[in-house]
């Protein structure tokens, strides 16, 4: 498969997709949490364009990077992707810490962050491209997780609006954070949890 730049990357995306199929509300969370107050506010029907765009960004790079080698283009959108899942990892784990939320949560935004700073690094070190095959397996995963993943924002944003019309406001509207195929459902606080004011 390579040398160990590829295969540290390839392996970045890959624990992305899987990651992303256990816990399937990690790119909701991560939008909630960095898109502005009052973006969020009035436009949270939106939040499945940004998964659907973030990850679209990851299926690009790796099109470039295998399937029709463009290195150059490749590792933009590789960039791009993998620069934002560090960012909004940093962003949830920082907003959560004086919360009570559950040490799963961490775990897998520390796992996040960790391979999105490997795929940044091993993008720009990587001087080959990915093997086609395996590149195109782990855009049908990421394919999936991006299914998924916009499924239950759809789900978030319905749930969001439905609380924020209640008297209760919206900071107690619930969360979704996927688990194997279970649903763990928590509420939020004032302060900021899982979702912004959702």
């Not at 560090?86 to 962003?91: A, I, T």
């Not at 019309?165 to 939020?188: D, F, H, Y």
Request: proline content about 4%.
């Amino acid at each position: 498969m390579g040398d160990w730049k590829t295969t540290l990357l390839l392996a970045s995306f890959l624990v992305q997709a899987v990651l992303g199929l256990v816990f399937y509300g990690i790119p909701a969370i991560m939008f909630s949490k960095v898109l502005p107050e009052f973006f969020y506010l009035e436009l949270a029907w939106s939040l499945k364009l940004f998964i659907l765009g973030y990850f679209l960004t990851a299926l690009l790079s790796l099109y470039y990077l295998g399937v029709s080698p463009r290195l150059e283009t490749g590792r933009l959108f590789g960039t791009v992707y993998f620069a934002f899942g560090m960012l909004g990892s940093v962003w949830v784990i920082v907003e959560s810490i004086s919360s009570a939320e559950t040490p799963l949560l961490f775990v897998a935004f520390g796992i996040w962050f960790a391979t999105s700073l490997c795929g940044i690094i091993a993008l720009w070190l990587a001087g080959e491209r990915i093997p086609e095959a395996a590149a195109a397996a782990v855009m049908a995963l990421l394919g999936v997780s991006a299914l998924i993943s916009t499924l239950i924002a759809e789900w978030v944003a319905v749930d969001y609006y439905v609380h924020a019309s209640m008297k209760g406001g919206p900071e107690n509207a619930t969360v979704v954070v996927g688990l194997v195929g279970c649903l763990s459902i928590s509420r939020t606080r004032a302060e900021p949890s899982l979702l912004r004011h959702a």
